[in-house]
Every structure is written in C-alpha cells, then in structure tokens.
Nanobody, 123 residues
C-alpha cells in the first residue's frame, strides 16, 4: 500500500517558523508535481505550494515570500518550510502527489494524500 507520511507541524507563535515533511512509503514519486494543501475549519482545501520534478515552484499569493517548498527525489520526500507564520495560516496541511507502485509485473500510478498535520499559529 502506498502512503505519504507527514511529520512536523504543531503550535507556534505568530512570526515563528515550522517545517513540514512528507515522505513516500510503499512507492516512489512519479515525475509529476507534488503539492502542499491546507484546509482551515469551515473552509475548502486550497493549494499552498506546488513543485515539479525539475524543481519549478508556484505558491498561493497568501504565502509567497514566506513559504518554501522543496523536494528530494532520491529520498522521495517533499518539504514545506514556513516562516513568518500568521494566525491565518492555521489549518490542517496535507501533501499530495502521484506515487508509483509495482505490482503484477507493472507500475501503477496512484494519487495519494498524506494523513494531514495540524499547524496552529497563535497571535
């Protein structure tokens, strides 16, 4: 079973920093982009940052200049460095991407979500 396993997150004061990690288990990254999303209570899930396999990135306007997404293809891991955090960044954060697993003699592509990590920023 392929999974994306997240770590990091927690409670931080406004202006602080946190780093989220997301690693593949049971599969490997495909050549597609990986992304970080977040969902605040009562809100829809939104894309925070996205990175392609060659390192091209794009960010939601609300986090530009504060968050940095990176990936290590050798480790099948993606990271989100969050600086200058604001109370409005409070949400559950999810990583997402297509993973490849091998079964029945062939590769299978599965879109996979991490389990979610709570980030809470106090004012």
């Amino acid at each position: 079973q392929v999974q994306l396993v997240q770590s990091g997150g927690g409670l931080v004061q406004a202006g602080g920093s946190l780093r989220l990690s997301c690693a593949a288990s049971g599969g490997i990254f495909s050549s597609n982009a990986m992304g970080w999303y977040r969902q605040a209570p009562g809100e829809q899930r939104e894309l925070v940052a996205r990175i392609t396999s060659d390192g091209s990135t794009n960010y939601a306007d609300s986090v530009k200049g504060r968050f940095t997404i990176s990936r290590d293809n050798a480790k099948n891991a993606v990271y989100l460095q969050m600086n200058s955090l604001k109370p409005e960044d409070t949400a559950v954060y999810y990583c997402n991407g297509n993973l490849i697993r091998y079964a029945d003699g062939r590769p299978w592509l599965e879109n996979t979500w991490g389990q979610g990590t709570q980030v809470t920023v106090s004012s």
